[in-house]
């Protein structure tokens, strides 16, 4: 899950960028409105937290210009404490939930999971089975044979986006734009080394990968190795 956010007050930005991080989304920071309004209109993302207070251009025509443009990303926007103004603004500017400001981390971790689950694209279970793999997309815990498998952050986004894709053909550019960040270089071969990794943690000892290569194409998901 790939998410934008756009906070202009550095610690808050670093703060709730490194706490997403930990939770397995793959996050790009926007410091104005504008970079806000460039980074929606060339990247897909899987949702946005939108502060309202921002320089260049407040967080209200970030969010009416993107929904003008045809946009239907999830959009949760902060906005300041008893700003009940902002508020009905936020949600009439296209928002689809808000938090005020100051908010406790886990309720911000909650409501962007209910809106990513909302959301028409991209519809998130909480639990998902894939052959023998048990995934609770909550505490992104994933266990085989009643066996817990312990996946670092960025292997469980990984196996999870493969994973609501089971069965599909996913490209590495689609991986890149959902998994990673920004911070993504094309021209390396770190998706492939996370592909290794989990197929070393998923799968067993003797027989063929669950995740299968598909040469030119990207990876698919299987339900039952080959
Ligand atoms: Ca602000």
Redo the contacts with the bound molecule.
Sequence with gaps: MRVLLV???PA?AQMLAKGLREHAYAVDVAIDGDDASFRLATTDYDAVIL?????RKD?LSVAREARGAGSAVPILM?TARDAVLARIAGLDSGADDYLTKPFDFDELLARLRALIRRGIRAPLPERLVVGSLDMDTRSRQVSKHGRVIPLTTREYALLEFLARRTGQVVGRAEIAEHVWDQSYDPLSNVIDVYVQRLRRKIDDARGDSLIRTRRGEGYTLATTAA
């Design positions: 906070e202009d007050e808050a502060d309202v207070m921002l320089p967080g902060l």
